[in-house]
């Protein structure tokens, strides 16, 4: 047996990471609850950014390197938390450019906790992303093994 910090544990560790990162959102973006008030939108975001430092404390302690992780869960609680239409779509844009490989299908299911977006307003949002396809390295996909159907 290695120590801790052998590639073998350390490889081993990351995928561990990626899939609880991954396994989070995919608890998101599968909710069928939507949030109308500010104050319950607030909440969630709260417990989502306490979630994530904890997971990536985690992670982290263990011997996780997969630090491209770990913005992921704090951008989603902030567009939760953001009530601004501007303000969320700049922070969708830094999603979408740290995880080029989300699609509007990952933030149209994501942005249904947003119960108190108008139409108009999720389709304002949802032009910021396009579905284009994009090279990414291989070790920094997020969201193209998320399947929503």
């Excluded at 995919?26 to 319950?40: D, N, P």
């Excluded at 700049?90 to 740290?98: C, R």
Aim: net charge positive; aromatic share 6%; proline share 3%.
């Amino acid at each position: 047996m290695g120590d801790a910090s052998s590639p073998s544990q350390q490889a081993t560790i990351e995928k561990i990471h990626v899939r609880l990162v991954r396994d989070y959102i995919v608890r998101l973006l599968k909710r069928k609850v939507g949030l109308k008030s500010a104050a319950q939108q607030q909440n969630l975001a709260q417990s989502i950014s306490k979630n994530a430092a904890e997971l990536e404390a985690f992670c982290t302690k263990n011997g996780s390197q997969a630090t491209w992780l770990n913005s992921a869960l704090p951008k989603l609680a902030e567009i939760i938390r953001l009530q601004d239409i501007g303000a969320i779509k700049i922070e969708v844009a830094t999603l979408a450019t740290a995880y080029p490989d989300i699609r509007r299908r990952h933030l149209e299911a994501f942005l249904y906790i947003k119960a108190n977006l108008s139409r108009g307003e999720l389709k304002s949002i949802l032009s910021y992303l396009e579905d284009s396809t994009v090279s990414t390295p291989p070790s920094n996909l997020l969201f193209s093994s998320i399947n929503l159907s």
